[in-house]
């Protein structure tokens, strides 16, 4: 084994200098660093979205000198430029305020053009209008910028009439190139993410429950110490709630959307049954956090800390096969066993259980097995079971 490792380390060694060198201009340029699994799992999602934007522009631009462009329909090939999205649980991967935004901007540019000089203050009642109405049309959560940005195109050309016309008639020729190509481009597997993001989200939860328990039970640490990793993992937890809410539009995009799609509409309606899965996430996200801020507050107690129930080999035989079963569950894979093993570390918890602070800090952790309890009994669409038959096509 010697001997293998020392070409590897040398290898390594002798990259490092260009490695700190790349590493050092990124962090210079306020880059987050990047490695190469990363990058990877980067070009894979993103190579597949530069295609797709390439050849819906180069089919608009076509398109558009057919029916008789004079210059350059460079206002066609903006349009997936900048509706075109990665959204692998949407029919048409469109943002549709995005185009929403380019028309009325350039509605409203003629419109103020039509009554007013150019000047200043033709901008700013172009400027303050598309803002306003930007606020109305958004995109997400945030303001649609896209209504202010076409609006003050308008003025950047001496025939402002002309330029709006133009591109209001190429900006319909690229949305409908957009539309019509999209569905047929390359379109993403909502099972393959859905069930990655599902394994990301379990193995966040498990992760987070088996910190708690091990914070729980060390020995030889200051309680400060142990309560600022704590707030570690609930800020953790925290994030992985906000991922779960995200998962929530993306069930309801891909529901949505499986009426629509041309290629994905089985795996578009198999992924918009997963509701009750997410629930569950959820669920179970809310009482590992709390069995983490239970375990935080009575960690100072001196009941807590003589309580052979609470110490580490204790409260891991009581969790392990509870992270476990979640994780088989969420991932689709089957979890009677693991469930079974839970019910029977319960069951040897309470018959040492022996203090008022143990039976505190195990509620959030029997609600745990509780909703996995249900959640194999019931199997409804999108249950464990639903789970296990997307996970596994």
């Known amino acids: 084994m010697g001997a293998r490792r020392g070409p590897a380390m040398a290898g390594e060694s002798g990259a490092a200098p260009g490695n700190r060198a790349v590493r050092r201009l990124r962090s210079l340029a306020g880059l987050p660093p990047i ?182 039970g060390e020995t030889g640490r200051s309680v400060l110490d142990g309560t600022r990793e704590m707030l570690g993992v609930i800020e953790r937890l925290d994030q992985a709630q906000e991922r779960i809410r995200t ?38 996200a809310v009482n590992i956090q709390a069995f983490a801020e239970e375990v935080m507050t009575f960690a100072e107690r001196f009941d807590f800390d003589q309580d052979a129930q609470l110490r580490p080999d204790s409260l891991r035989e009581l969790t392990e096969p509870l992270a476990q079963a979640l994780d088989d569950a969420l991932a689709g894979r089957e979890y009677a066993a693991a469930l079974a093993r839970a019910r029977a570390a319960r069951q040897a918890f309470v018959a040492g259980e022996h203090t008022r602070v143990a039976s505190i800090t195990r509620r959030p952790l029997n609600r745990i097995l509780e909703d996995l309890e249900r959640a194999g009994t019931a199997e409804p669409p999108g249950s464990a079971g639903a789970v296990h038959d997307v996970a596994h096509q």
């Open 247 to 284: 998962m929530q539009a993306q069930i309801t995009s891909a529901a949505r959307s499986a009426g629509w799609s041309v290629l994905r509409r089985g795996a578009l309606r198999e992924v918009g049954r997963l509701e009750p899965t997410r629930q569950l996430a959820a669920r179970s």
């Open 35 to 216: 490695d190469r699994a990363a990058f990877g799992a980067i070009a894979r999602t993103e190579l597949p979205q530069i295609a797709r934007i390439v050849i819906v522009a180069a089919v608009g631009w076509q398109v558009c000198l057919w029916l008789g462009a004079q210059d350059p329909p460079i206002y066609a090939v903006l349009v997936p430029l900048v509706s075109l999205k990665s959204d692998p649980f949407s029919a048409f991967n469109l943002s549709w305020s995005r185009l929403v935004g380019v028309l009325i901007g350039l509605l409203l540019g003629l419109a103020v053009l039509r009554v007013m000089s150019p000047g200043l203050l033709a901008i700013s009642v172009v400027l303050a209008a598309s803002l306003l109405l930007g606020m109305l049309v958004r995109i997400g959560n945030q303001p649609n910028m896209q209504v202010a940005v076409s609006a003050l195109l308008v003025f950047s050309n001496p025939d402002a009439s002309a330029y709006g016309l133009t591109r209001l008639w190429e900006t319909g020729v690229g949305t409908a190139v957009t539309a019509l190509l999209t569905p047929f481009l390359f379109p993403a597997d909502p099972r393959v993410a859905a069930r990655a993001e599902l394994a990301a989200i379990a193995q966040a939860l498990t992760s987070g429950l088996r910190d708690a328990t091990r914070i729980a």
